[in-house]
């Protein structure tokens, strides 16, 4: 598969917004996934598209802040984040597998990205 790749990363204060896009995103199951220093790597979201129809899930941490989309016109996803806090600090890593998502227990995306940072400051 195609290397993927994140952008959008960066600095803002506690409070603030950012978007992160992640791109090719052909695949039907396309996550996102962070890990802060020193923590293992948590799930935050996924979008699962079967013939045309899409299902979003996210986990606690995201809900009600984060929204991920999938835009098939430019062939990426995002990943909206508001209310950010400075416990979202932390690499963020978008990441495909070509099956749908499924759910949380059994997904073991195949592709990954390389992450792009995210610091919030209070």
């Known amino acids: 598969g195609q290397q993927l790749v994140e952008s959008g990363g960066g600095s803002v204060q506690a409070g603030g917004s950012l978007i992160l896009s992640c791109e090719p995103a052909?695949?039907?199951?396309m996550a996102w996934f962070r890990q802060a220093p020193g923590s293992k790597r948590e799930a935050i979201g996924f979008i699962s598209t079967v013939f045309e129809a899409s299902t979003v899930e996210y986990t606690n941490s995201a809900k009600g802040r984060f929204t991920i989309s999938r835009d098939n016109a430019k062939n990426t996803i995002s990943l909206q984040m508001n209310s950010l806090k400075p416990e979202d600090t932390g690499m963020y890593y978008c990441?495909?597998?070509?099956?749908?998502?499924?759910?949380?227990?059994?997904?073991?995306?195949?592709?990954w990205g390389q992450g792009t940072q995210v610091t919030v400051s209070s």
């Open positions: 990441a495909a597998d070509l099956a749908s998502c499924g759910v949380w227990e059994t997904l073991k995306p195949l592709y």
């Open positions: 052909p695949y039907a199951c």
